[in-house]
């Protein structure tokens, strides 16, 4: 059963970071791509983050370049997200995905892009 589990999210200062995990079962992570979405209270949901599973590529959304960072351990079956300098925009429910044809590119860029499997979310909080 292929399955999906975030976790590390909170209630966070403006300024904080945090780092989401997100532990795949079932399947192994290195067989896709793999991302993470959030969807915030009134919004489409938004890639933020892809790595390609043809070259290895990293891409991130233009609203978190250079505070976020996304990462494997294809040991562990674990995908993170280390988020740096966050701040009310960031508040939402962040989901891990993965899929089989992803476009990294497109993931991070077009809203509500479709992926095969999903996580049920971890809630980010940033409120002072």
């Known amino acids: 059963q292929v399955q999906l589990v975030e976790s590390g999210g909170g209630l966070v200062q403006p300024g904080d970071s945090l780092t989401l995990s997100c532990e795949g079962s079932?399947?192994?992570?290195?067989?896709?791509?793999v991302g993470w979405f959030r969807k915030a209270p009134g919004k489409e949901r938004e890639g933020v983050s892809c790595?390609?599973?043809?070259?290895?590529?990293?891409y991130y959304a233009d609203s978190v370049k250079r505070r976020f960072t996304i990462s494997r351990d294809n040991a562990k079956n674990t995908l993170f997200l280390q988020m740096n300098s966050l701040n009310s925009e960031d508040t939402a429910v962040y989901y891990c995905?993965?899929?089989?044809?992803?476009?990294?590119?497109?993931?991070?860029?077009?809203?509500?892009?479709?992926?095969?499997?999903w996580g049920k979310g971890t809630r980010v909080t940033v409120s002072s």
């Open positions: 079932g399947f192994s992570l290195d067989d896709f791509a």
């Open positions: 995905a993965v899929g089989v044809f992803t476009n990294c590119h497109q993931a991070v860029t077009f809203p509500n892009y479709g992926m095969d499997y």
């Open positions: 790595i390609s599973n043809s070259d290895g590529r990293t």
